[in-house]
């Protein structure tokens, strides 16, 4: 059996514990990377393009929330992403599965239920906890958003949760190697498709996807 390569970024050394326990007691072998902030979480994706999965935690340093797995899904497209959160209300779950997460653990599962969580998306499927009921967005802004927000293309959507992280055209355009110009245009299209007149204005509706996490 091939080797599986498995990214576990979480930046408390006890959880990040208990998620190695939980692939290593899987069938077959396994190549485990830790990462304990999310500058790190992306490097180590970046390193291991052929990674066969993150298990990703939506409150780390360095990241707000889904922007993390947002800004993930848009650079590494073909990395399944599982979120594990404290956070595990229904609203929160279903929002990281419609921003593209392949599965979510809860921080409160038992290693057996981690690892059953992991084979399954492992095999292809989503992964949910147990308890979770899939339902409709009650928000209807948000879900316009999240409708929205899937219409950006893969560049428009680093340029974006850049955006959130405070960044310039100019550092932007460092960050990902193109013309200032081009991320202009890139700016202008982002406006363009979430509907709004400013730069300010994208970042105030980004942050509106992760207002279920402090509620």
């Avoid at 091939?2 to 514990?17: C, S």
């Avoid at 997460?101 to 690892?115: N, P, T, Y």
């Avoid at 890139?186 to 207002?211: E, P, W, Y």
């Amino acid at each position: 059996m091939q080797e599986q390569t498995i990214i576990i970024a979480d930046d408390h050394p006890l959880f990040r514990d208990a998620l190695r326990q939980a692939v290593i007691g899987m069938e077959g072998r396994q190549s485990i990377v830790e990462a304990g902030d999310f500058a790190a979480a992306r490097r180590a994706a970046g390193a291991h393009a052929d990674a066969d999965l993150m298990l990703l935690d939506l409150a780390m340093p360095g990241v707000s929330g889904f922007s993390g797995l947002m800004a993930l899904r848009s650079e590494f497209a073909s990395l399944p992403i599982v979120i594990v959160s404290a956070t595990d209300d229904a609203t929160t779950i279903r929002r990281a599965l419609e921003l593209g997460a392949s599965g979510f653990i809860s921080k409160s599962s038992g290693i057996e239920d981690i690892r059953r969580s992991i084979q399954t998306v492992l095999a292809g499927d989503i992964a949910t906890p147990e308890s979770y009921r899939d339902g409709q967005e009650q928000d209807p802004d948000v879900a316009d958003l999240i409708h929205r927000l899937h219409t950006l293309t893969p560049q428009q959507s680093r340029v974006l949760t850049m955006l959130g992280e405070g960044l310039l055209n100019k550092q932007i355009a460092y960050e990902l190697g193109v013309s200032e110009a081009t991320i202009k245009a890139h700016v202008s299209a982002i406006l363009l498709k979430l509907d709004v007149d400013s730069r300010t204005q994208a970042v105030i509706q980004l942050g509106k996807i992760n207002m279920a996490m402090v509620a």
